[in-house]
């Protein structure tokens, strides 16, 4: 019995979708839940599972292909057995050409051989130090082709490495190598939401400073038995989740949104995490952060992190969000304006976190300091809702038990 594998019911926000891998052809094998093909949205990669076993007949559409909801991909052969190809018959030796063979087969290799490989004259392999000589054999490099760049025009192991990879370094001639690839599904969104929040909102953004000392230590005393009880890391993110929670329940027109005339106020705290993938950023929603515990912001976000990895996120976890909060501290950023997610009104950028001499009390002290930044989109946030906004945040931070409270 012939069964179809439909593209999955997309969400309104999404089209359509392109084909982006194939992992089974005619005539395979596929067990039921196995992945057939990876479906690339402007969001997310979906993986179309098998629901049947038997054979795959037929492919409806090539990499590359653009589908749409409940469209045919592919049709499979419910409990057929893949074709098997037959085995060309063996032929045996000739008696006394067992010896002969192996010889002959040394030669031919031999002869197939890159150049580099053999050592010769010409070659001048075995002029290269220890290391170069290797990575020459190894690679199959003919040293007389390679510029070298080490003393007197010697030719390097990083010469040799920089040869084979076709970068400019170590290559005859200065090649100047350049590859066009097109961009993905998704990088092509980022680049049209990028555009669309630079054109469609007055954004501004607002700085301040949170001393984290406090932060660490209770992190340092209470990590432990966290883990113990809770099963995950402490980690920053939850604090910064919380206090952000907290200040949109006192200051509502930051997580409010613009829709044409009018502006939507949201009695809730969904709060997008940006992410950072291979194929891009994504944006997962924490869902009524005011409601959440600690240990459930952390375990919340090591599960979209896990997901977000395997690229296991699906559509429902990246719908939505009210505010965003952003970490390129974990890159080393000291300071950056992150862009507005619309039709969200405000993105909250976290930044490396540097001791730094401060006065306290009257004496200068070296403290964990970090840059906060509030991106806001002026057409409805003022800028004193944006910096009350912000220094509510830096007053949880710097005093943490606030957050335990609800203040």
């Known amino acids: 019995m012939a069964t ?107 002869a197939k051989a890159p150049a580099s490989t053999r050592p010769s004259p010409a070659s001048g392999a075995g002029d290269l130090p220890p290391g170069a000589r290797f990575t020459a054999v190894k690679d199959g490099i003919d040293p007389a082709q390679v510029e070298g760049t080490g003393r007197r025009g010697a030719v390097t192991k990083e010469d040799l490495v920089n040869y084979a990879s076709g970068k400019t370094a170590g290559v005859s001639g200065g090649a100047r190598p350049e590859e066009r690839v097109p961009m993905t599904r998704i990088r092509k969104r980022i680049a049209e939401r990028l555009m669309q929040s630079k054109e469609s909102t007055a954004m501004l953004t607002s700085f301040n400073e949170v001393n984290l000392a406090k932060v660490m230590a209770m992190r340092k005393e209470l990590g432990e038995s966290f883990m113990k009880q809770h099963g995950i890391k402490l980690g920053f993110m939850s604090f910064f989740a919380k206090a952000a929670a907290n200040a949109l329940q006192k200051y509502p027109v ?73 970490n390129g501290g974990t890159f080393g950023s000291l300071m950056s304006t992150p862009i507005v997610n619309p039709p969200q009104s405000a993105i909250l950028g976290m930044h490396t976190i540097k001791e730094r001499p401060i006065v306290e009390n009257g004496a200068v002290v070296a403290a964990p300091m970090m840059y906060i930044a509030l991106s806001y989109d002026h057409r409805i946030i003022d800028g004193k809702d944006a910096v009350l906004f912000l220094v509510d945040i830096k007053d949880q931070l710097e005093n943490p038990h606030r957050m335990l409270l609800g203040m």
Not at 26 to 45: Q, S, W, Y
């Open 4 to 110: 179809e594998i439909k593209v999955p019911v997309l969400p309104e926000s999404v089209s359509d979708a392109t084909i982006a891998t194939w992992h089974k052809k005619v005539g395979d094998a596929v067990a039921r839940d196995e992945n057939i093909v990876d479906l690339e949205t402007d969001k997310v990669v979906l993986e179309v599972p098998s629901a049947v076993d038997g054979v795959i007949k037929e492919l409806k559409f090539a990499e590359g292909d653009t589908v749409t909801s409940q469209q045919v991909l592919a049709v499979i052969e419910e409990g057929a057995a893949p074709a098997k190809t037959a085995d060309a018959p063996k032929e045996e030796p000739a008696a006394g050409a067992q010896e002969v063979q192996p010889k002959a087969e040394a030669a031919k290799a031999e």
């Open 254 to 326: 930051v997580n409010a949104s613009v829709d044409g005339d009018d502006i939507i106020y949201h009695g809730y705290a969904d709060i997008s995490i940006a992410v950072s993938t291979e194929r891009g950023l994504v944006t997962p929603v924490l869902r009524n952060v005011e409601r959440m515990g600690f240990a459930d912001v952390e375990k919340q976000i090591a599960d979209y992190a896990t997901k977000a990895r395997d690229g296991k996120l699906g559509l429902d976890d990246l719908q939505g969000g009210t505010f965003t909060i952003t």
